[in-house]
């Protein structure tokens, strides 16, 4: 059991230690008693002082112990806690394409795990793996990690554990790759009140996918067509050597193309849905930003499933725009961004970087350089472990205290009722 | 048959006897010394023979040796009526809950009314509690010692005693015994038993005290008078010595009283044997019955 305000427990202690006091000092009427010969007792003073080691009065005595004790316990208001352990953890796994082993990285989770601890598994999302299922069933996956959404998912976890111990502790088996920080990462960091452990684990080496394939192709596009004219003006980039870039309809071909590790963009000219017209619309793809009255398009179905892919581009008010699907070795990329065939928008340089961004590799570029000593300052930052009680949604409910303040009120009203029996005794 | 508290007390005075203290007035006979001097086997003294008396109460042997007619003369003896005379009031009614005062004047008085009965002699009760007194008149019939202790049992000692009335309204007996605390109307009580012992009659007063209020418990308590509540003092260790010792002088007081009155006065705690109370009680002033 805890208090929530243990002061007051203590004020009712004290209160109750006093009553006992003055009870064994009784500044009051001596009982009555019948006495025959009482005329010849000396006239005196009718209240007489007498210590006594042992009150008479244990019945009105205990009446008003109790009542101050409950009140006390009641203003105190006890929370029953079920036994805590000391510290409760969360691991957070990578899984991402950033892990060169997910051998090593599950052994390393596994020796970090007790009974009622919880394991979170990320790569660009994260989730909680059920107690029911085995760390041996968590397979490496070739998206990329996300930092932020890791933390999120553990933040998360914790609040829900926060009352089976007194401390919780993130922990982070991860190979700390730079692509994995992203601009919110550092702000997800400063929620979290305690310290994060990283326990580091071998990052991919291996080299990007061979692109073979050369420069991009466009195909089925008209010659006029204005994002064909952008991405032969702008091209798409050294690490984009293995695009295609489909303006109309998609073929058996191309499909086929991607799977054997092409990047595919499925880029159609029109939409078969109607399209909304954004104002002062803006779309984004890793850092690019372009900003023109789109026409928005609901991302193409691809398939049974729609918009399932990885976002890789999206409208400032985050719906995605163009979303990106593993396909075999490669990957298809369904873009619903309809380009305005007159102006300058193909022209700009940020529908250059724009383009850079979406001919990106599959998973988008790789970074996989070790995070900066700042970066990982600001992560893991020495302090002490972070309280259950200081998180948030933590219990101040007690569901003693009504009853212990019935109670209290109950025994009150008793008291006035032993104390007109002592007087009558 | 008096109930079955009574019958070991009762076994332990079968024997006692309770002379009267001077010659008795009474004409029945009995077993007291009388004032009356008569036929009786037990010679007393001789008498010049005077004119009037019976010639047959000549001693014609002492004639022939002195030449002179004397009478002889014996000692009459008679009955005593005795009237016992018991406080009923709410002070007798303590300590709570046994009410041993209570109970030791119960067992005194019929302890006494059964040594007279068996002496022959007439004996009454006289209750003196709440409200008039009521009681038995002095008789020697076989049963009155029963009656005495139901009508003894039947009563609960309350409210304010006049024990000076009741004594007045056994005058006519020539023994009175009163039992009492003598908390309640002492003054007018002691009045009447002069008049008693001025008129021939013969007084004891029994002061019936408890333990507890010659030597009261230790703890502080708020005494209340239980006929008066008026009178209600704390009584604690700094004014315990003050009440033993008015309480004492008071009792002193009371006995010296008695004494000069003519009465005999005897103290009785209430966890004394009864047994032993009561030979105090008989033996307390006895003395011979002197002729008159």
Known sequence: ???????????????????????????????????????????????????????????????????????????????????????????????????????????????????????????????????????????????????SAALLAAMQAAARIREDADSIEIVLVTPAVREEL???????????????????????????????????????????????????LWGWGEATRNVRLVRRGMSVEDSAWAREGGVLIHWPVTSASAPSIDSSGA?????????????????????????????????????????????????????????????????????????????????????????????????TRDGPLALAAALPGSTSESTLAPWLLIAAIALALLEPLARRRRVEE | MPSAPYA??????????????????????????SHRRGSSPEFSEYRVYRHGDDPRRIDWRLLARS???????????????TMLVVDASASMAYPEPTFAKWQMAKQLAVALAAIVHAEGDPVGLMIA???????????????????????????????????????????????????????????????????????????HAVHVVAQDELDPPSRTIMAADPEDDSVRRPLADRSRAGYLSAFAQWRAA??????????????ITDREPADRAVRRITASGAAEARPA
Not at chain 1, 111 to 126: E, M, P, Q, R, T
Not at chain 1, 370 to 377: D, H, I, L, T, V
């Open chain 2, 67 to 81: 030449d002179r007619a004397y009478i002889r003369l014996a000692n009459e003896r008679a009955i005593l009526a």
């Open chain 2, 129 to 203: 509690g709440a409200g008039d007194a009521r009681g038995l008149a002095p008789r020697s019939r076989r049963g009155v010692t029963s009656e005495i202790a139901r009508l003894l049992d039947g009563t609960v000692p309350a409210g304010r005693a006049e024990l000076g009335r009741a004594s007045a309204g056994a005058r006519t007996s020539g023994r009175v015994v009163i039992i009492s605390d003598f908390l309640g109307d002492a003054d007018a009580t002691l009045r009447v038993a002069r008049e008693q012992i001025a008129a021939g009659g013969e007084v």
């Open chain 1, 182 to 232: 992203d601009a919110a990462t550092d702000a997800i960091r400063a929620v979290w009140p305690g310290r994060f452990r990283l326990v580091r684990v071998a990052a991919d080496s291996s080299p990007a996918p061979a692109n073979a394939r050369g420069v991009a192709n466009a195909t089925t596009a008209p010659p006029d067509d204005a994002v064909a004219v952008a991405a032969a």
């Open chain 2, 8 to 33: 070991a007390l009762l076994d332990a005075v079968r024997g006692v006897r309770w002379p009267a203290r001077h010659a008795v007035r009474g004409v029945a006979a009995g077993v007291h010394h």
């Open chain 1, 283 to 379: 779309v984004m793809a890793a850092g690019a930003v372009i900003v023109a009255p789109f026409a928005r398009h609901g991302v193409p179905a691809h398939g049974a499933n729609v918009a399932s892919g990885q976002p890789v581009a999206g409208w400032v008010d985050g719906r995605a725009a163009a979303v990106e699907r593993q396909s075999g070795t490669g990957c298809i990329r369904e873009v619903a961004i309809e380009v305005p065939r007159r102006g300058d928008l193909v022209l700009r340089p940020s529908f250059g970087r724009f383009l850079h961004a979406l001919g990106a590799p599959c998973g988008g570029a790789m970074d996989l350089r070790p995070m900066p000593a700042e970066a990982m300052e600001r992560l």
């Open chain 2, 254 to 267: 009371l006995a010296t009283d008695w004494h000069r009155a003519g009465a005999t006065y005897t103290m």
């Open chain 1, 1 to 147: 059991m805890s208090w929530l305000f243990p002061g007051y427990a203590l004020a009712g202690v004290i209160a109750a230690a006093a009553v006992v006091g003055l009870h064994l000092i009784m500044h009051r009427l001596p009982p009555l008693a019948r006495f025959p010969t009482a005329r010849f007792i000396p006239p005196g003073t009718a209240r007489a002082i007498r210590r006594a080691l042992r009150p008479d009065d244990l019945l009105l005595l205990a009446l008003r112990v109790a009542t101050l004790l409950l009140l006390g316990a009641a203003l105190a208001r006890p929370v029953i806690t079920p036994d805590r352990r000391p510290v409760a953890t969360v691991v957070a796994m990578d899984r991402s394409r950033a892990v060169a082993s997910i051998d090593e990285a599950r052994e390393r989770a596994a020796s970090l795990l007790d009974d009622g601890d919880v394991l979170i598994v990320f790569d660009s999302s994260a989730r909680e793996l059920p107690v029911s299922d085995s760390i041996a069933t968590i397979e490496r996956s070739d998206a990329q990690g996300s930092l």
